[in-house]
């Protein structure tokens, strides 16, 4: 069982950044692809980015590519969402996940954290 805790969410000014970072406990982190999705109000869950176990490899939704990084620390068994250039449309609830292997299906995710929210201002 691997249980995450999101954290870094907040409010931001429009071109503004954030650093989101997810927490997980156990010792078979190294073990999942980890993902980044999010939910809007009134919007179903989307995904944002994902990297592979070993952090060699990441894909981005098209909406956020260019300016979110996902990476990941196998040793500190966290995984990063870093957000440049944010803007109103990128407020949601952004939640972190487990999987194997890596893939964009939010429904392949076997473990998510709470969420964390990210509010952007015009």
């Known amino acids: 069982q691997v249980q995450l805790v999101e954290s870094g969410g907040g409010l931001v000014q429009a071109g503004g950044s954030l650093r989101l970072s997810c927490a997980a406990s156990?010792?078979?982190?190294?073990?999942?692809?980890m993902g980044w999705f999010r939910q809007a109000p009134g919007k179903e869950r989307e995904f944002v980015a994902n990297?592979?176990?070993?952090?060699?490899?990441?894909s981005y939704a098209d909406s956020v590519k260019g300016r979110f990084t996902i990476s990941r620390d196998n040793a500190k068994s966290t995984v990063y969402l870093q957000m440049n250039s944010l803007k109103p449309e990128d407020a949601a609830v952004y939640y972190c996940?487990?999987?194997?292997?890596?893939?964009?299906?939010?429904?392949?995710?076997?473990?998510w954290g709470q969420g964390t929210q990210v509010t952007v201002s015009s």
């Open positions: 990297i592979d176990r070993l952090g060699g490899s990441t």
């Open positions: 996940a487990a999987a194997i292997p890596q893939t964009v299906i939010s429904d392949y995710y076997m473990h």
């Open positions: 156990g010792r078979t982190f190294s073990s999942y692809a």
